[in-house]
């Protein structure tokens, strides 16, 4: 297998289920992850360490092991988390892996790819950004006794469980140095894939680095853009399918799509949906992705075949 160089920009399990699914399209991919984790384990090395946090990076590396016993064994060495109370507590191996890497090596870059190697990683992890980053959001109602007053709301994970309506969301620092190696990917690359995950931790976060967004903007590569199979889900509770599209355009107003996937249980109004994927360039391709029996979950296989129809 060969097939189409392909970077897949998201974070977390979103990211994980796309990268599984590319895995079987193509031998050329770049994962470019978001950096603004401020939970869990990840939070607590970013702050104790002053370094990305590894989490999400982490997700990515084991999403793109290779499908063997020593790829099986070593993600999930990877992914193991330590219980109990003590100082491990909480914390995800590959996340202590990681870190240490990155203080050997001293680059962020060649300490993820020298866990690629380990892995057999089938592609590349990259973060989007060469510091880490802190969400910021323009909430509307988070005081369910004022539902009309706008407040801001800091964190990825605040931002993740507010109970109000996201309207924005900014980055700090505000323009933050892109990764130079995620640049060179998205200039390189046949296709870029943005999402799926949750939309303004995750997805929306790479519109918002100049140097990252400049080159999603203006390279050659044709991009598809993955909807959740959730549409009501915290951040973007009320929010329609078209609702997802409108802000991410509300952002990144330069931005064309080429191609727009969906699964037709999102899909209400598909006239609709249509005419604003056109709005942003973009054919809308309606095809199930769901697993049968987990419906919030995506099916490997069946994102996998609506990747390869769409990229090859």
């Not at 507590?89 to 203080?103: D, K, P």
């Not at 976060?205 to 080159?215: E, K, N, Y």
């Not at 029996?293 to 990747?307: F, I, K, N, S």
Request: proline share 5%; charged share 20%.
């Amino acid at each position: 297998m060969s097939g189409p160089s392909v970077v897949a920009l998201g974070g977390g399990h979103g990211l994980a289920a796309s990268l599984a699914a590319l895995r079987h399209v193509t031998d050329h991919i770049s994962a470019v992850v978001t950096v603004a984790d401020d939970g869990g384990s990840s939070g607590r090395l970013r702050r104790e360490f002053d370094v990305l946090p590894p989490g999400d990076l982490r997700m990515a590396l084991s999403a793109l092991t290779e499908d063997t016993e020593w790829g099986h064994l070593w993600r999930d060495v990877l992914q193991h988390r330590f219980h109990g109370d003590g100082e491990l507590g909480g914390h995800a191996l590959g996340n202590l892996l990681i870190v240490s890497l990155w203080e050997q090596l001293g680059d962020t870059v060649s300490g993820l790819d020298m866990v690629g190697r380990l892995l057999n990683a089938r592609g590349r992890v990259l973060p989007m950004a060469a510091v880490p980053l802190t969400i910021r959001a323009d909430v509307m109602g988070q005081d369910p006794v004022r539902p009309l007053d706008i407040s801001v709301v800091t964190g990825q994970v605040e931002v993740a469980t507010t109970t109000g309506r996201v309207l924005s969301i900014s980055l700090d620092p505000e323009e933050p140095p892109a990764c130079e190696e995620a640049v060179s990917a998205v200039d390189e690359a046949d296709w870029v894939v943005l999402g799926p995950g949750s939309w303004f931790t995750s997805v929306m976060p790479h519109l918002l680095v100049p140097g990252l967004r400049d080159a999603i903007v203006g390279t050659g590569a044709r991009r598809l853009l993955t909807l959740n199979l959730q549409m009501h889900t915290g951040e973007t509770e009320g929010f329609s399918a078209e609702n997802h599209l409108e802000v991410l355009a509300a952002h990144a107003p330069d931005l064309h799509l080429d191609v727009v996937l969906a699964d037709p249980r999102v899909v209400t109004d598909e006239k609709l949906l249509r005419r604003v994927c056109e709005d942003l360039g973009a054919d809308l391709v309606v095809t199930p992705v769901a697993a049968t029996d987990h419906p919030g979950q995506h099916d490997e296989l069946r994102l996998a075949a609506a990747y390869r129809d769409v990229l090859t």
